[in-house]
């Protein structure tokens, strides 16, 4: 690990103006993935700025209905706060899928969506990745890619976005607000993160120095029929080969509204608009469920380990789906 | 830095400690408490797990500066002057212990268990204990340790 | 109450021995570990201790051309840069053979391979001075095929005399017998990780004769100080060595890790020296199981009669030998598997390659065909119409039968017994769909199924594992146990060198000597090289051998004592035993205690303990009069469900029937079990490093998955005794079985829920998903 100095922030404004001013300052939340990116050599700050204990850490409802999550709520609490688990069933349910319980206590909300991702040549400082070092090349794309993406990479990098939580919330329609050098935004999640592109070092469209201070959830009744399904490859603590997440509104037999996001395929949570699209007003069938999949996954295209995760999404959002319009009522 | 926290109810105050030691590292090496384990260092094993405020947390994944002014609980806090607690005796008498490099942070998160849900199913031990890996048992005679530690936190409730 | 425990009184004794043997008493080291007391090898500390670090390749083949340690050397707090250039004595170390260097010269075979060492006042120090040692590396094309580098000569040579570690035939009766029903297999198997929680670590403090005391976690002390002095240049008695809490091993301790660097470290700076590797590189730093491509046909008469068997099994032993030549000769003289067998053509290879080394790990050699031969009597039984355990049952070894070699068993060998056992235990409730939790399905808490798409498979697996050292190799462990007065009551206290690596060896050597001396105070000395070889913790010998010798030495000790009360009180010596801390005559009654006949006097034996003789393999047909001193044997039933849509493999059940010929301490039997169990599970569902190009993909426990309690089921434990006449107390092994049948036990239950072939552990979700169209 690198020398570097630690300060604890008192105020996002200060922090914000910190961390701008530094190009080798970062912000520390629950430090569950920058603190071992560090050990690691995958990330060398020469500051980290605490804003671990900045005081956006509640949950409160909006006005409009919705409901904002302060950066700071750690994803244990949030995963235990009643409102998420009634009205939205496909947060609580991805949270508590993700990491373990030590590591939700402390992992935070803004945190838990600028985490890095999981490919091992990304975290292996010994090998080529365009992500840790841009231009050096990904080792991944001829090497070992079971837990890499099917849609949307590029030549440049094959890695997939490893939270759960991000994927919830991708279906969710949420909207992060930031705090950054050019004062406050607010960006919708689906947009947060990028796909690789030639720019795969990027994770995010944030600006140096922009921090998240909040996340708000849409009113979105349908929301609280919703559910969240993850592939791993042992019971806990594993992150997803291929995730599910997905709200319905259903009339009788026939899907009036969807929202659905996979996780583990993409860059990104990838928002699945071709599937949503596909069932917007068809019946609920298991034909049309996998119909929908086959116009989402159409344009997969797997690698040399991969290619059981294509079969495999369609199959988990055909049984997401059939177990949310089989439920009685919502 | 100079760091201060509370260690098992007690003032600690460690100096000269660098920014990226964690939390881990200042217990075992800085103020002489080894029982928190080192197997992964990496928040993937929960040998290290301890209570943070309260609440289970792994201490390696914390950096020393984040701990500033908290209150931490080791296993070396669980035991009285002579006594055992009720899950560390449960524990030794159930065989949960083979080589004990998962006790510790087996130990801290089952009381941390037992505090918030007294007498739990087996599906919610399983559940809460699904963070803290260990090699030797199968974990079956650790399902027979909570459940008797429960068993004897309510006798001794009752009595 | 068992046969063994000392003779009893006519009348009772109200002061009765707690805690002999078959009894379970607790862990002397119980209290010590739940409190956070217990001394682990990382959690040593000295004034004024140093940390050393280690540099390893980046490359599993290259030439080195230089090394230069200048720019580490110049890191303020620095206070050694070693290199090859530095090792005192012979920079050659190994198990059986002597090929691997304490630190690389002039090439690195494996990437990890240790180039150079750093000692400094804080191990973040010596982690920046590591990146400033510069290397330059030739870097060459690596040999990764294990079955090519068996054949085919124009690969590179990883070694200089090629890259075959050991090729043994067995040749049974027919090689070339012909059968009515033929089926055959190829099977392939992951290198599996011991994944041991403690990390490698240890304390090395220079001496002031110039030797080094080292406080480590081990499975061999002696093993350890041999190899160490060797590449110290020292003499044995001036390398010390002391043994810390070890925080597991399964096989992943018996090769030299950090011992001859942090001696090195210490000796070099004059400081103590202390090292712990964290967990990449402890991944780095130990060998792991073989990784195995494995032909299988076998021939049977139309009753389900095993005619032949015919196998080839290649053994990947990567860069190093460590423990390959044994696994070849275990792998082929268990090819067959528990059953009887006229004629057997088996061919084993262990070859050299640029791959991660491997060596001993739970199961030596006697996992991977496992897999193989269980899988083919499951294609046998299909092919007939057989029931699978009818079909183990009709073939199963039992006592005077002969396996591959030709040996013959000459104790009990209960192998259908253990199956019908195992298929007589209670069934794991059906899923009857009305009261799910999820938790209990596959994917658990990740909500991933409600229970459709959910299949039932069952499952059987048995095995058979040699148990102690083999093939003619001279094993012995050395026992002291000495016997006095302490404050009014009579003491015993045992020195050995068995190293405690969790399995509960220490709480076995207080049992036979409480049994056998009747006294219940029983102090453990902590293991060093002070006392005699014990030999390694492992080949499921410890119970066996030091058992066997802390059961010769109380006898000598029990001999000394009771010859005196024979004079003193007129009673012949063979009437005379002790319990309670008593002297107790057959016919007469309590006569004294025993704190009255030893008075201030020390009575202290030390004895060694051999079993009995073993004989090499012939190199030509394999046979062997006794190649192996004692075989054990478990079965395993699996039941899973399967998630054939999502992949998903949930184990329900994993119950076992083992022999173990005498339980010493039942609970820890059971705890064996359980893990051992445990263990099986991982390799046939989760478990294996990933290895591309040389290099370990996953070397952390995020990405190298051992089973939580969340993927463990309840495992109900049936133990049966038929003692071994040969054996201390009728012993029979424990620890290694269970690691064995229960991987292909689950991996049938996955097979009958999919109806898949499932060729390969572990078995992933991609090949139990339904791919549709």
């Known amino acids: 690990m690198k020398p570097f100095d630690y300060q604890r922030a008192t105020d996002t404004d200060t922090a914000v103006a910190t961390v701008s001013r530094n190009p080798n300052a970062r912000y520390l939340g629950g430090g569950t993935n920058l603190v071992d990116h560090m050990k690691l050599g995958v990330s060398s700050p020469e500051l980290l700025v605490d804003v671990s204990r900045l005081s956006s850490d509640t949950v409160e409802t909006l006005p409009d209905g919705g409901v904002r999550v302060g950066a700071a709520v750690r994803n244990s609490d949030l995963a235990a706060e009643p409102i998420i688990r009634q009205r939205y069933p496909v947060l609580a349910h991805a949270l508590l899928a993700g990491a373990s319980g030590q590591l939700r206590n402390l992992a935070t909300t803004g945190g838990n969506l600028l985490q890095r991702t999981r490919c091992v040549y990304f975290q292996d400082v010994t090998t080529p990745c365009n992500k840790r070092e841009p231009g050096t090349g990904c080792s991944a794309l001829d090497g070992y890619t079971r837990y890499h993406a099917v849609l949307g990479s590029s030549e440049h990098c094959v890695a997939t976005h490893p939270s759960d939580m991000a994927v919830a919330l991708t279906a969710l329609d949420a909207v992060v607000h930031t705090q950054g050098p050019s004062g406050p935004r607010s960006i919708p999640v689906a947009d947060l993160h990028r796909l690789p592109g030639d720019e795969p070092d990027r994770d995010t469209v944030l600006e140096h120095g922009e921090l998240i201070t909040a996340v708000d959830l849409p009113a979105l009744p349908m929301a609280a029929r919703s559910n969240y399904r993850k592939v791993r490859d042992r019971a806990s603590y594993a992150f997803a080969l291929v995730s599910v997440a997905a709200a319905v509104d259903i009339a009788g037999d026939t899907i009036r509204d969807v929202r659905i996001a996979f996780g583990g395929l993409a860059h990104k949570p990838w928002r699945a608009t071709l599937a949503e699209n596909a069932l917007r007003g068809a019946p609920a069938t298991e034909a049309t469920f996998r119909t929908a999949a086959d116009a989402e996954l159409a344009e997969a295209r797997p690698l040399s380990d991969n290619e059981f995760k294509i079969p495999m999404a369609r199959n988990t959002l055909?049984?997401?789906?059939?177990?949310?319009?089989?439920?009685?009522?919502? | 830095m100079r760091l201060k926290f509370t260690v098992n109810g007690r003032q600690a105050e460690a100096d000269d400690v660098w920014e990226g030691e964690s939390l881990l590292y200042v217990l075992r090496e800085r103020l002489g408490l080894p029982g928190s384990k080192n197997a992964c260092e990496q928040g993937e094993c929960g040998s290290c797990t301890v209570r943070l405020d309260g609440v289970a947390a792994c201490a390696c994944l914390v950096a020393a500066g984040q701990v500033q002014d908290r209150e931490v609980d080791t296993v070396e806090g669980l035991a009285g002057e002579d006594e055992l607690d009720a899950v560390q005796r449960a524990f030794v008498d159930a065989g949960a212990v083979q080589c004990g490099f998962c006790t510790p942070g087996l130990l801290v998160a089952a009381d941390d268990l037992l505090e918030r849900c007294p007498s739990p199913s087996d599906s919610e031990i399983r559940e809460s204990l699904a963070g803290n890996l260990c090699r030797c048992t199968g974990y079956e005679k650790i399902m027979d340790a909570v459940r008797l530690a429960a068993d004897r936190r309510a006798e001794e409730a009752r009595s | 109450m068992n046969d063994h425990a000392p003779a009893r009184s006519p009348q009772d004794l109200d002061d009765a021995i707690a805690g002999g043997i078959g009894e379970s008493p607790i862990r002397p080291d119980g209290a010590l570990k739940v409190r956070g007391e217990y001394a682990y090898s990382s959690d040593l500390w000295a004034e004024d201790m140093l940390w050393g670090v280690t540099l390893r390749s980046p490359h599993p083949s290259a030439r080195i051309r230089s090394i230069d340690v200048s720019g580490a050397l110049k890191t303020p707090g620095v206070y050694a840069v070693l290199t090859h250039e530095d090792v005192p004595g012979d920079n050659l170390y190994g198990l059986k053979d002597v090929d691997q260097p304490v630190l690389a010269s002039d090439v690195v075979r494996y990437k990890g391979e240790?180039?150079?060492?750093?000692?400094?006042?804080?191990?973040?120090?010596?982690?920046?001075?590591?990146?400033?040692?510069?290397?330059?590396?030739e870097v060459l094309e690596p040999v990764t095929d294990a079955e090519r580098a068996a054949h085919d000569e124009t690969l590179p040579k990883v070694h200089p005399d090629g890259n075959l570690v050991r090729y043994q035939p067995i040749l049974k009766g027919d090689p070339e017998a012909t059968a009515e029903v033929v089926v055959s297999g190829t099977y392939t198997l992951g290198m599996q990780d011991q994944a041991f929680l403690g990390p490698e670590s240890g304390l090395a403090i220079p001496a002031e004769d110039g030797g080094v005391d080292l406080y480590l976690a081990t499975q061999d002390l002696h093993s350890d100080q041999a190899q160490t002095a060797r590449a110290l240049g020292l003499p044995q008695e001036k390398v010390r060595m002391t043994l810390s809490g070890v925080g597991g091993a399964f096989g992943g301790r018996e090769d030299l890790s950090i011992q001859v660097h942090v001696c090195m470290l210490a000796l070099r700076t004059g400081k103590p020296v202390k090292m712990v590797y964290d967990r990449e590189e402890s991944f780095y730093g130990h060998v792991h199981r073989h990784p195995a491509t494995m032909y299988y046909e076998h021939g049977a008469d139309a009753d389900g009669r095993l005619v032949y068997v015919r196998a080839k099994l290649y053994f990947d032993g990567g860069a190093y030998s460590?423990?390959?030549?044994?696994?070849?000769?275990?792998?082929?003289?268990?090819?067959?598997?528990?059953?009887?067998?006229?004629?057997?053509?088996?061919?084993?290879?262990?070859?050299?390659?640029?791959?991660?080394?491997?060596?001993?790990?739970?199961?030596?050699?006697?996992?991977?065909?496992?897999?193989?031969?269980?899988?083919?009597?499951?294609?046998?039984?299909?092919?007939?119409?057989?029931?699978?355990?009818?079909?183990?049952i009709r073939n199963a070894i039992s006592r005077g039968e002969s396996i591959a070699t030709g040996q013959v068993l000459d104790y009990p060998a209960p192998v259908a017994e253990l199956l019908e056992r195992v298929r007589a235990l209670p069934m794991p409730p059906e899923r009857d769909?009305?009261?799910?939790?999820?938790?209990?399905?596959?994917?658990?808490?990740?909500?991933?199924?409600?229970?459709?798409?959910?299949?039932?498979?069952?499952?059987?697996?048995?095995?058979?594992?040699?148990?102690?050292?083999?093939?003619?190799?001279?094993?012995?462990?050395?026992?002291?146990?000495?016997?006095?007065?302490?404050?009014?009551?009579?003491?015993?206290?045992?020195?050995?060198?068995?190293?405690?690596?969790?399995?509960?060896?220490?709480?076995?050597?207080?049992?036979?000597?409480r049994s056998e001396l009747g006294v219940e105070r029983v102090t453990v000395h902590p293991n060093d090289t002070d006392v005699g070889k014990a030999g390694s913790s492992s080949a499921s010998r410890q119970t066996y051998m030091t058992g066997g010798a802390v059961k010769t030495a109380c006898e000598a000790v029990r001999r000394r004592l009771l010859d005196r009360v024979a004079e003193r009180f007129g009673e012949a010596f063979g009437d005379l035993s002790l319990a309670g801390g008593k002297i107790v005559s057959a016919s007469t009654g309590v006569l004294t205690e025993i704190v009255d006949v030893l008075g201030d006097e020390v009575i202290e034996e030390t004895r060694e303990y051999h079993h009995r003789e073993t004989y090499p393999m012939d190199a030509e047909d394999g046979s062997s009069e006794r190649v192996q001193v004692q075989h054990a044997f478990s079965a395993h039933r699996a039941v899973v469900d399967v998630d054939v849509e999502l992949g998903l493999v949930k184990v329900v059940a994993l119950d076992c029937s083992q022999d173990v010929g005498k339980a010493v301490n039942p609970d820890a039997v059971v705890g064996q079990i359980q893990g051992g169990s445990a263990q099986g599970l991982g390799l046939a569902v989760m478990e294996e490093i990933r290895v591309g190009d040389g290099a370990i993909r996953n070397p952390s426990f995020t990405d190298y998955l051992i089973p939580t309690i969340l993927d463990t089921p309840p495992m109900k434990i049936d133990v049966i005794e038929r003692g071994d006449p040969n054996s201390p107390y009728g012993v029979r092994g424990v620890g290694e079985p269970p690691t064995i049948s229960s991987t292909p036990a689950v991996v049938a239950a996955v097979r009958a829920a999919t109806g898949k072939d499932l060729t390969h552990v572990p078995v992933s979700p991609e090949h139990v998903v339904d791919f549709g169209e």
């Open chain 1, 318 to 330: 055909t049984s997401v789906l059939r177990d949310l319009t089989q439920q009685e009522g919502s």
């Open chain 3, 322 to 392: 460590s423990k390959t030549p044994v696994v070849v000769g275990n792998g082929t003289t268990l090819g067959v598997g528990p059953y009887v067998v006229p004629n057997v053509r088996i061919e084993g290879w262990g070859v050299y390659t640029n791959n991660p080394p491997c060596g001993a790990m739970r199961g030596l050699g006697a996992v991977q065909p496992a897999l193989a031969y269980e899988a083919q009597l499951d294609k046998l039984a299909e092919a007939l119409d057989m029931d699978p355990v009818d079909v183990r």
């Open chain 3, 433 to 513: 769909g009305t009261e799910l939790d999820i938790r209990e399905l596959p994917g658990g808490a990740s909500n991933t199924t409600h229970g459709e798409g959910v299949y039932r498979g069952v499952g059987y697996g048995v095995c058979i594992k040699n148990i102690c050292y083999a093939e003619g190799a001279d094993d012995y462990s050395t026992a002291r146990v000495r016997l006095q007065a302490l404050g009014g009551e009579p003491a015993a206290m045992v020195h050995t060198a068995a190293a405690e690596v969790g399995q509960g060896v220490v709480t076995v050597q207080q049992q036979i000597t």
């Open chain 3, 114 to 137: 240790a180039v150079a060492l750093v000692a400094a006042d804080h191990p973040e120090t010596a982690r920046r001075a590591r990146e400033r040692i510069d290397v330059d590396y």
